[in-house]
Each structure stands twice: as C-alpha cells, then as structure tokens.
C-alpha cells in the first residue's frame, strides 16, 4: 500500500472521520487507485465525473460501470454504501417526530430525499391531521410527465395510510425553478381528486439543485 493510499486511513484515526474531505472517504472504500494513479486521484475523478458525493450516492450501476478504475468488486461496495445511507434516512424519518407547520420544515425534509438527482422524481409526503409525517412515497421516477398523473397510485396510498393531508414534489435535474403550465393543471387535478375523499393538498414544490420552491407561495396553481 502506497502512501498515498494509507493517509486517508491514519487522519481517520487520528482526527475522525469528518476531518476528511469528500474525495478521502471515497478512496478508502476504493482502497486502491489504478497503475500511474493513486486513489486519491481515482476518487477526485471519480466524484468529478458523478457531479460530488450526492451525485455518487444517487448513482446506479449502470452509471459507475462505465468509469475507468471501478470495477464490479467497487461498484458493489459503492452500491452497498449507498444503500445503507438510503436505509438510515428512511430508519430515521420512520422513528423522527417530523411536524411539517411550515414551507421551511418541508425543505429541509425534501433535501434530504431529492438534492442531487440525475433524472426527475416525482413524490408525495402523505401526513395526519396534525400535519405529522406518516410516509413518503414515489410516484414516478424518470422521465416526469405531469400531464399523466398516476391518480389511483395517489389515492391508494392515502387510503392506505389514512392520510389527511399531502405534499407534492417533484424535481428539475436541469436547475430550474420555473413552474410550467402542465405543472399547474396536474396539481389542480390531484388537488379535486383528493377533495373528494376530504383530503388536503397543502402545497406542491420543486427542487432544483439546492433550491426548493413552493408552488403555493408563488401564487399557487389554480391561475
């Protein structure tokens, strides 16, 4: 083992794991870098080419295959790690007293599930009475059309959560906060579905980037 590849080891131990920078970390999962390449370089290329750590940790094999130095044996480790990271947000939203009373406590919560994703989602954060959180479900992943919204997906996850309330969101790989036409008309008609069943549409935002936007405080979606 090279220097290089030992030094992120002995500042772990010395000064603990936050004294490590992203592209550290990485390189003692990887645990080695390639011939004329160290794994401190093989893990800054790395996080270059998935756009930083979240965007590693939104990775999927398809996307890490591809990359010189990752081979199946760092891809599953990778995969792994993400995964477990995935487990401990959702253990941690199950056992947390999340009370959504404000646009503010909404973002927080919807930057934990939505910074950083490559490819447009499409979600629902299902509430009680007392806008406490029961669940957090995806709606549609890839490729967004509002204009075909999976109505009864919607309506039979808040009858089987008993939800009063709900939270759409959705996201902008491309970083844009704008709200579209189609965006509007989609939340209207979840919005009338769900009245039916006297339930609450409270708002409906949109991350983009490390920016979150509610639909509601810009002016809302019925105009």
Do not use: C
């Not at 491309?174 to 919005?191: C, N, R």
């Amino acid at each position: 083992m090279s220097k290089d590849e030992s030094m992120p080891r002995e500042r772990l131990l010395k000064y603990g794991a936050k004294a490590l920078a992203d592209y550290e970390l990485l390189a003692i999962l990887l645990k080695t870098g390639l011939a004329g390449k160290s794994v401190l370089q093989l893990a800054q290329e790395i996080l270059a080419v998935r756009g930083g750590l979240v965007g590693l940790l939104v990775s999927d094999y398809e996307h890490l295959s591809g990359i010189k130095g990752l081979g199946q044996a760092k891809i599953t480790e990778i995969l792994a790690v993400k995964e477990m990271a995935a487990r401990f947000v959702e253990a941690e939203l199950k056992k947390s007293e999340w009370v959504f009373t404000s646009s503010e406590t909404v973002k927080d919560f919807l930057l934990m599930n939505f910074k950083g994703l490559a490819v447009e989602q499409f979600g629902m954060l299902l509430l009680d009475q007392q806008h406490r959180y029961l669940a957090f479900e995806w709606l549609m992943l890839g490729e967004v059309a509002m204009v075909e919204v999976p109505m009864r997906r919607i309506l039979s996850d808040v009858l089987r959560y008993k939800a009063a309330a709900v939270i759409l969101v959705h996201n902008h790989p491309a970083h844009s906060t704008a709200v579209s036409l189609e965006d509007k008309q989609a939340t209207t008609q979840i919005e009338q579905a769900l009245a039916l069943i006297e339930v609450r549409l409270l708002d409906h935002f949109i991350v983009a980037d490390n920016a979150v936007v509610s639909m509601r405080e810009m002016g809302g979606w019925d105009k």
